[in-house]
Structures are given as C-alpha cells and as structure tokens.
C-alpha cells in the first residue's frame, strides 16, 4: 500500500504543470508573515498581497496609466453610477469562473452577480470580525447595518437570505447597491480585490471556520501550498479568462521598461506559472539572497544596505553591470506609533492626557531616525494624509514634525507629570508609577526604532518597556484593543486621502483607527468631507481633521517612507503601480537570461 502511494503521488506531481522544470516562476520575500487569504478577515499588506492574486475585485487600476485610472476586471463596463453617488449598479461579465474545487462538487462554477453580494455582506457577519466593515458603513448601504444589529441585538446568525434594499442582484448578472450617503469617491474601494474580492458560497460553508487557508477566486493564481509564516506558493489558474496583456508604461518608465512593455503587448495573461513567495522578516538574509539572484525581485530594498545598493538614490554601478533594474517611488503610506486611548496611562481625552501624548511626540527625534534606522529613506510627516494623496500637501506644517525635548519637559511639568521621588524617573499626577508599554517585533529594523524609542524617553525622564512578538500576534491583540503602544504602517489602497483620515473616525475603531480615537467634532469633519467633490473646500476640510488629529495626539505620525523596488535582469515587464496588488499577472521571466541553478 506504500509503494502505491508512493507512485501515485510521484504519476499527480508529473502530472502537475506547476512542478515542470520548464516553469516560469517569479520568487521573492515578504519582510513580515501573512495572517490567511479570507478577504473578510485579512487587513494586513501581506496577506492582501497575496490573496490579490487569487481573487477578483469588480473593478481594477490599469497598471501604467497616471494619474492612476479605475478599468473593469470582471464587469461588462465600468458601473453605472447616479448624479448623486447613491445609486451604483454593476453588470458581470458572463463567462468568468471559479478556480476548480471540491466545494463544487466536480461542477464548473461561474462568477454571478450574487457572489458579490453575499461577499460584500460578509464583511457584516460578526463571525468573521471584519476589519474593513467601516468602508461599507460609512456609504450606509441601505438596511445592512440594520440588519447586522437586529440580528446580534437576537443573538442570531447573520441572515445572507435576508434581502436589504441598499444590496441587491437585480439578474444573474447584476447587482445594485443604493448608499445612505452620496460619497464620489465609494468605488474606489471596488478596486481592491483582497478586501472586495468575490468568494463563492458555497466555498464558505465548504471549508467553515478553515476559510483562511481555503481561498477560491477567479483571478490568474490559486493557492497550491501554504506553510504558515514560512512559504505561499501560488499556481496558474487552469479556468483564469482569456485575458491580454494590453499595458502602457508610466510616463516616466526608461527605454527599457518601455521597450520590455511594447514586447509583451497581447500576450495571454498570466505570463507566469508560478509565484513562490518566503516569509524572511530579517533584512540581512533577504537582500542577500536577491544578491544572489535566489529571488527575483525585492519589494523595498532594506534601509540597511540604501547606501550601498543606491547611492545618492541611483542604482550602485556594480549593480548596474549585472543588468538589475530599480524604481524609486514615495508610498501612499505612513508610518504611525498610535496611542490606545481607552488606556488609563497613555488615552484620554482630559488635558493631562492630551499633554503627556503631545509632550512623548515632541521628544521623538525624526531627524535621527530617518537618518540612522530609515536611512535616509523617508520624509517627515505632518499629519496622516501623505503628499502622494488626494488631500496631502508639500506644504502642510504641523507641531507633529517637532523635537523639542525642552517644549516636552515643560508640558509635562505643567500638567503634573514630574519626578516626586527623585528616582531620576516622572509619576503620574497621582502620584502612581508613569510607565509606557511599546508594542514591537522581533526584527533588526523594529530593534533600531526601539533604540531610538528609548533614547528619547529616557530623555525626559519616562520609563519604557517594549513588548515583543510577532507581527500577527501583535495585529490580534492590536485590534482587540490590548496594546498601549505599537508602531505600525497603514498603507492606503487608493490614491485618496480619505483612507488615512479613517485613522481618527470612530466607526474604524481596531481597523484603520487602531487608536480607537473617538471624537465628535473629528467624525463631523471626517464626514462632510467624504460628500464635497474634491476642490478647495474638501481640502480645507481634510486639513482641518488632520489638525485635530495632531492637537489630540491619538498618533505620533512619524514618516512618509520612500521606498525602492529591484528586479533581476530576466523580470520582464515589472512596473510598479501602488494600487495594484496582483503584479505577478503582468510580468515575464527570461529562463534564458538566468543563472544556470534557476532554471
């Protein structure tokens, strides 16, 4: 029985296009380890990476166009939208299906418009605590709210049969959603297809509670193995549609990247067969095995290794001569520490309190850490919105951008927060112990940002201790409201600003708003600016928020990172668009061009 086994494993891998030698396969890392592939329950930049490859959102960023521009990818054209932004109706494309699985029943399985109704009500089924709820409670889709609450107020499980007016398949085809709230922007969020992605049913229930290691889509790749915090394989899609590639470059792209897009211009799409993503958190292991050409590219060239590998922001001339390629490019993104402010230390929103969180932002040093841990790699930030955002500005000057470590002693004197003892260390006002926990990982780069950390609070006389474990441990207990401090990114899936200005609105709370920020003046601005067209009076609007939001100090907003990506010369075609998550579909691999141990 054995020996059967055996064979018949080694007759399944044979048979395996993915386990060809002659594959086309793009590998690369992940700098931190993903949490599961459910597009209702991930919101972490890696998980969403990855799941981006399987599954298919409504619509999707055409990857070379600037400004950046929305396209259909599984409708028959883009939705029709009311003057009013209330109404928005989508019509699939007929013809689209689902990666074969067992959940089928051995049954060819379409995409329909029902599958993105019952994946939209997903993200209300308390079941699957979704963290990107917000983005559809904001639009206030018509009874789905309602519903949710009705239906824990009963202790029931959600109702996926219960039909609400503002989320409807009108045909097999069609579905309408009809929004409380006029947003001009809404659609955006139908562009991103880890969140927004359509699931099958009858997968779902299949799989149950295992969801997270079970996706199913209908984008070029499905999962084919999975070792959790270690390896994500994805293979072709044997039912992906027929598809073309029919990409522009940027308008700033080189002859090259120009001459490789012309080359690939109606090719079937995915040109690859394979993607072999490695969890490798440290930084030092992963460049190095670029270096070796053991990936293929790298997302965000470590700040460790900017100096050597891009002096001055050009590609090292060693590097050059073996053919590597670079884009520099600044994030839509900023890197945050948040204060938990239904904590009894750091939150709050009494003076005190608003005094200490303020007087811990004017010690923290930018200056050093943009130099000595980000290496040069990042800007100043103002306030959330970075100026690569609808919203952001070159222009905008806040105190969150200060180091004044005297302005921060005499805050803290002022409001109470002084050394009773003499043990070198300040007391609460109460007299009671002032000690800040900081949640961090494991990692050189998180190590250095602890340094600094440290340096700066025990600069003006306050205790810190940091809290360390890994990424999805610290995500669990972040939105579960346990941490007292952690610093983290929030990256924006589209190119408005509406999504940092999320970060204080207190329908967010454990998602964007990871502070748990709750004030009513904030959620009135953060409201009337997402139904003004954009012009001067919403930007007047979105800085006024992000003044509140430097005046309460619920964040310490640190930086706007810059980061550069790396491909090996055999990556054809690799050009980065920063809302399109699945790039592995648009490049080519040159097994010609690479080293005789890759192919």
């Known amino acids: 029985m054995k020996l059967a086994a055996l064979l018949t494993t080694l007759l399944l891998a044979c048979a395996d296009p993915a386990a060809h030698a002659a594959d086309k396969v793009l590998r690369y890392a ?7 592939f459910d597009p209702a329950q991930i919101s972490d930049k890696y998980s969403k990476d990855a799941a981006a490859n399987i599954f298919d ?27 009013d932004y209330k109404t928005l109706t989508f019509r699939v494309k007929p013809g689209i299906y689902f990666a074969d ?3 089928f ?20 089924d308390p079941r699957w605590k979704s963290n990107n709820l917000y983005l559809l409670e904001n639009a206030k889709i018509l009874g789905l709210s309602e519903l949710r609450r009705a239906l824990m107020a009963a202790k029931k499980p959600f109702d996926y049969d219960r039909e609400v007016e503002g989320l409807k398949a009108l045909d097999r085809y069609t579905f309408q959603l009809k929004l409380g709230v006029g947003d001009p922007r809404f659609i955006y969020n139908f562009a991103d297809a880890a969140t927004f992605g359509a699931v099958a049913r009858e997968v779902v229930e299949f799989y149950g509670d295992k969801i997270m290691e079970h996706p199913v889509g209908t984008n070029a790749f499905r999962l084919a193995e999975w070792r959790r915090s270690s390896r994500i394989v994805l293979t072709r899609n044997p039912n992906f549609r027929e598809q073309r590639y029919a990409e522009v470059a940027p308008p700033d792209a080189d002859e090259r990247l120009q001459a490789e897009v012309a080359a690939l211009q109606g090719r079937k799409l995915p040109l690859i067969d394979r993607i072999e993503i490695d969890i490798i958190e440290e930084n030092q292991p992963r460049w190095l095995s670029f270096l070796r050409g053991e990936f293929d590219l790298i997302e965000e060239v470590p700040a460790d290794f900017a100096g050597e590998a891009m002096p001055k922001g050009h590609l090292a001339p060693n590097l050059a001569k073996r053919g590597l390629h670079m884009q520099r490019y600044p994030r ?12 009894p230390v750091v939150g709050g929103y009494t003076p005190d309190k608003i005094a200490l969180r303020r007087a811990i932002n004017l010690a923290v040093d930018l200056d050093k850490e943009i130099l000595l841990v980000r290496r040069g790699q990042a800007v100043k930030a103002q306030g959330p919105v970075p100026p690569a955002a609808y919203g952001g500005s070159g222009t905008f000057k806040t105190e969150m951008s200060e180091f004044d470590p005297a302005k921060a002693k005499a805050l803290l004197d002022l409001y109470g927060y002084v050394d009773r003892d003499g043990d070198g260390w300040r007391e609460r006002p109460d007299g009671s112990p002032l000690q800040l926990e900081y949640a961090t990982q494991p990692d050189a780069q998180s190590r250095q940002l ?3 950390w440290q340096k700066n609070m025990d600069a003006i006389g306050i205790r810190i201790r940091f809290k360390v474990a890994k990424w999805p441990e610290q995500l669990k207990a972040s939105s579960a409201g346990k941490l007292q401090m952690w610093g983290v990114g ?34 009135a601005l953060y409201e009337k ?27 310490k907003f640190h930086v706007h990172r810059i980061w550069t990506d790396m491909a090996q010369p055999w990556v054809k075609g690799y050009s980065r668009n920063l809302f399109v998550r699945d790039i592995g579909k648009y490049v080519d691999i040159d097994s010609a061009a690479m080293p005789e141990a890759r192919r």
Do not use: C
């Open 105 to 124: 029943g051995g049954k060819k399985r379409e995409l329909v418009a029902q599958d993105y109704v019952y994946s939209l009500k997903r993200h209300y």
């Open 450 to 452: 602890v340094e600094q």
């Open 101 to 103: 699985d067992p959940a």
């Open 57 to 83: 959102a409504p619509l999707e960023y055409a990857l070379g166009a600037r400004p950046f521009q929305l396209r259909p990818a599984t409708l028959a054209a883009m939705p029709e939208i009311s003057t």
């Open 529 to 555: 600016q997402k139904t003004l067209p954009d012009g001067p009076e919403r930007l007047a609007v979105m800085q006024e928020a992000q003044r509140l939001l430097v005046a309460y100090a619920p964040y």
């Open 30 to 36: 992940f700098r931190v380890a993903e949490t599961g």
């Open 490 to 523: 929030w990256v924006g899936t589209t190119p408005d600003g509406d999504t940092f200005l999320a970060m204080g609105s207190n329908k967010s709370k454990g998602a964007a708003n990871r502070a748990r920020f709750d004030l009513p003046a904030y959620e």
């Open 332 to 343: 839509v993104e900023v890197a945050v520490s948040y204060f938990n402010m239904e904590d």
